[in-house]
């Protein structure tokens, strides 16, 4: 119903690149890929080596709909994860823009209240 309100035909199809050393994360594509079909979605799982993900499709915007990326916050700052991620034109995110998030992401940035 939600996909159908939000104008999305069913049997629409979408790329989920993943890096085709982690089997570990190709299960886990296979169970999103079976529920996604469950309410109307066809999923194509692409296994790609991690370099070409990491250094040209992601940066280029030429990952697919979905991506598996793994990034942690190991200096304990959100902005170095967050922007980094979400604002548009950084590397890992060469395409995806949203008002809110492009605000909320500056509004976190201007404070140093961890």
Known sequence: KLLKEAGVSEG???DLFIPGNDGNFKEIAQIVSFYLE????KVNINSVDNTTL?????PNGNAGHMYRQG???WTLDFDNTAYLMYHEGEQWNPSFKDEKVEELLAAQRATVDQ
């Open 71 to 73: 990034w942690g916050g």
């Open 54 to 58: 990491i250094s040209d499709l992601i």
């Open 38 to 41: 469950e309410v109307g979605l």
């Open 12 to 14: 629409t199809e979408l």
